[in-house]
């Protein structure tokens, strides 16, 4: 679909279309090892596979997991289903961590990331086929603009307001 590109550096934007099933405070174990806000977002099979980058900055980090299949609204899909991880920086030096997750339908992730490479915000990172999950890390004390239930928008609904580096 063609989306409006929207850029602001305080925002942390949905990386895809769907609806929202986790925002929790969680402990970021794979890269960054501190405590995150973590906002997780479904797709269903009706809805858009392409992802979106929710910030813009620099791949700092990438890395693609094979994994099981579990239904990706399963709060172990975020750590035992196939997946990929991308870490963005940004230019005021803060870190956002997201991850594409397959679900029980999704077999195939497409991730267009490159450590080291610039990633403009809203720009496409690649896309997942069928019913799948996106979770963003943004750091814990940003404040969180969506809740559970609500739907986004890939590249459209600001998630997360980011705090001031």
């Given at each position: 679909?063609?989306?409006?590109?929207?850029?602001?550096?305080d925002l942390a934007f949905s990386p895809c279309?769907?609806?929202?099933?986790?925002?929790?405070?969680?402990?970021e174990n794979e890269y960054l090892n501190e405590e995150m806000l973590?906002?997780?977002?479904?797709?269903?099979?009706?809805?858009?596979?392409?992802?979106w980058v929710p910030v813009g900055g620099t791949v700092e980090y990438f890395k693609?997991?094979?994994?099981?299949?579990?239904?990706?609204?399963?709060p172990k899909s975020?750590?035992?289903n196939e997946r990929t991880t991308t870490v963005v920086k940004?230019?005021?030096?803060?870190k956002v961590l997201f991850r594409q997750i397959a679900g029980l339908i999704a077999r195939r992730i497409i991730s267009y990331m490159k450590v080291g490479a610039p990633v403009e915000q809203n720009s496409v990172?690649?896309?997942?086929?069928?019913?799948?999950?996106?979770d963003v890390l943004v750091p814990k004390n940003s404040e969180l603009l969506v809740e559970i239930g609500d739907p986004v928008v890939g590249s459209q609904t600001p998630i997360a307001?980011?705090?001031?580096?």
């Open positions: 679909p063609r989306r409006v590109r929207i850029h602001d550096a279309d769907g609806r929202v099933v986790v925002t929790e405070v969680v402990k973590q906002i997780s977002i479904f797709m269903s099979v009706t809805n858009v596979h392409m992802n693609y997991h094979p994994g099981r299949f579990l239904v990706a609204w399963h975020s750590t035992e940004m230019a005021s030096g803060q990172c690649g896309f997942i086929k069928f019913g799948s999950r996106v307001r980011l705090p001031k580096a």
